[in-house]
């Protein structure tokens, strides 16, 4: 049991109210993203293609995803962007920090996610998004050493410079709003402690420059002080603490997280709601990744490897419920790696062997070989992120916002409220909370109004 847990009062969450009158998303959207690496240039690279009709933004739920309304018989299916106010793709101003200086189009480039066919015709535009300084301590991610970095005294002054850098960048690029996605590298595990606990102790903390404040914490608090939504999109702890909930909440602002959901923990939340269904046992998932990215390299580190472990872990136990079924679940076996493997790069490989039984107790195996390409299933989840933190924001909804947990491999949830990890459930509440914004009847899949 953590401080947060032991010593502290609980958080009370912002509940969400319909609202009454939508902000229409008038001029340009600032899309902030710390980290200027594999996953953000395949997003702003993705975005501009998009644009001009190049490409097609595969796999972004606003983009291509549809939304029944009504019932069945009533063939009402619109495109999500289509049925709620979204900002366009023509609006989205690309801003970012990263320890290096290098411009969108030579980062991307030095990532290998893209090829030159999709980098040459929009490389005008990539070259003229340059990064911010970074705010960098290495003792959070100790296998980068960056030489893009912002100097200051106390840590409190790396936020107040971050907050200089968000107006600056709004106010250059004439943008109306702004939102934020991390997209930086895994932190080294940190549990709360006394400085995460109240805006008055993290303040205080960042005057004393206190070692509990990580690198993506100072750009959450700079992102909530400026009113700017924030998705975290690492198992960071970043704004799931109650210093950070009780800021957003006080300043109005909306947040979620945390780590996105794309290679191994989606097949994990796509298959396991399937073996529950179906009343299947699980004796064992083993589970190892092999990538040669950034973010592999970082995660050779074992304190930042304990972060994403932990992230991954939490999926399975959620959905299947060994303390409700004992006899199927409750002596599961359940272990992750990960390994840096350089010939990859970002064409990273998944690996599952589970180990399920069926009736009379009788054993049968599931192998999974999930050659997937990180960034490339990430970029539209920031897509989506983007757009809908905005629309949150535009709702005047504040705190976070659970119905965004379908992009999440750990979901922030109310206190002593469990996260939901099924895919399909995810999706269902994502729906249903675009249904309740817009005042149409939400969708139980009760079906019997069809047969009178």
Known sequence: MGIAERDFPCY??????????????????????????????????????????????????????????????????????????????????????????????????????????HLDPIRAELEQIRPMSAVFYPEYVKRLNGTHLKRAGSK??????????????????????????????????????????????FEKGLLNSDPGITNSMMYAWACLKENVPYANGAPNLSVDTPAALELARDTGTAVSGKDFKTGQTLMKTILAPGLKARMLGLSGWFSTNILGNRDGEVLEDPESFKSKEVSKLGALEHILQPSVYPDLYGKTYHKVRINYYPPRG????????????????????????????DSILAA???????????????????????????????????????????????????????????????????????YD
């Open 12 to 117: 009370e969450p912002a509940p969400m109210d319909r609202p009454q009158n939508i902000a229409k998303p008038e001029g340009k959207l600032a899309v902030l993203l710390p980290g200027l690496g594999a996953v953000s240039t395949t997003f702003i690279a993705g975005c501009l293609l998009a644009r001009q009709g190049l490409a097609n933004p595969v796999g972004a739920l606003t983009q291509s995803g549809t939304i029944r309304l009504g019932k069945r018989t009533d063939n009402r299916s619109p495109k999500v962007r289509d049925f709620v106010p979204l900002a366009e793709l023509r609006d989205l101003e690309f801003g970012a920090w990263d320890l290096f200086p290098d411009n969108a189009y030579e980062a991307a480039v030095s990532a290998e996610v893209l090829e030159s066919r």
């Open 156 to 201: 409190a002054d790396m936020v107040e410079a971050l907050r200089d850098d968000i107006r600056g960048f709004v106010k250059a690029k004439g943008c109306s709003r702004a939102v934020a996605v991390w997209c930086g590298s895994t932190e080294t595990y940190v549990e709360p402690g006394a400085v995460h606990q109240s805006v008055a102790a």
């Open 380 to 450: 539209p989840l920031v897509l989506d992120l983007a757009l809908f933190m905005d629309l949150a924001s535009r709702c005047n909804f504040r705190g976070m916002q659970e119905w965004l947990s379908f992009y999440f491999k750990s979901p922030m949830t109310a206190e002593n409220l469990y996260p939901e990890h099924d895919l399909f459930i995810q999706l269902m509440k994502l729906k249903n909370t675009l249904r309740w914004i817009m005042g149409e009847e939400l969708i139980t899949h009760l079906g019997n109004e069809y």
């Open 346 to 373: 970002d064409a990273k490989e998944g690996w599952d062997n589970i180990d399920i039984f069926g009736w009379l107790g009788y054993p049968m195996q599931i192998k999974v070989d999930f050659l997937c390409r």
